[in-house]
């Protein structure tokens, strides 16, 4: 998000698909209801489709709203597999996410009783 966008405090991933007609003040609604947080707060917020390959960042960045899509023409985006309603990543994830990689795999810590 070099360039026009500013570096969020934090990024969220919205777990549960979401239908991905919703704008900016469908998805602040799901922030604020089913995700319990405030969608002002300066956080990036990620949404997918249920065939998992298109995304949409939601991010109020004090002088507006950013709505942006990403959609990849094959494959799908890697989502985590979580018991809460959203999971928060960083900006190194974020950039292995959007680019269609396993940023979950890359981003694992060998176990501590490995060996060569």
């Given at each position: 998000?070099?360039?026009?966008i500013?570096?969020?405090?934090?990024i969220?991933?919205?777990v549960?698909?979401?239908?991905l007609r919703?704008g900016?003040d469908?998805l602040?609604t799901i922030?604020q209801q089913a995700?319990?947080?405030?969608?002002?707060?300066g956080?990036?917020?990620?949404?997918?489709?249920?065939a998992?390959?298109?995304?949409?960042?939601?991010?109020?960045?004090?002088?507006?709203?950013?709505?942006?899509?990403?959609?990849?023409?094959r494959?799908?985006?890697v989502?985590?597999?979580?018991h809460?309603?959203?999971?928060s990543?960083?900006a190194a994830?974020?950039?292995w996410?959007?680019?269609?990689v396993?940023w979950q795999?890359?981003s694992?810590?060998p176990?501590?009783?490995?060996?060569v």
């Amino acid at each position: 998000m070099p360039g026009l966008i500013e570096a969020p405090a934090q990024i969220w991933l919205a777990v549960e698909p979401v239908d991905l007609r919703r704008g900016i003040d469908g998805l602040s609604t799901i922030v604020q209801q089913a995700l319990g947080h405030a969608p002002c707060a300066g956080s990036a917020f990620v949404f997918r489709n249920r065939a998992g390959n298109r995304l949409k960042l939601l991010l109020w960045d004090g002088n507006g709203v950013w709505l942006c899509q990403r959609r990849l023409h094959r494959g799908h985006f890697v989502w985590p597999r979580a018991h809460d309603a959203c999971f928060s990543i960083t900006a190194a994830q974020w950039q292995w996410l959007i680019i269609g990689v396993d940023w979950q795999r890359l981003s694992a810590l060998p176990p501590a009783n490995w060996q060569v």
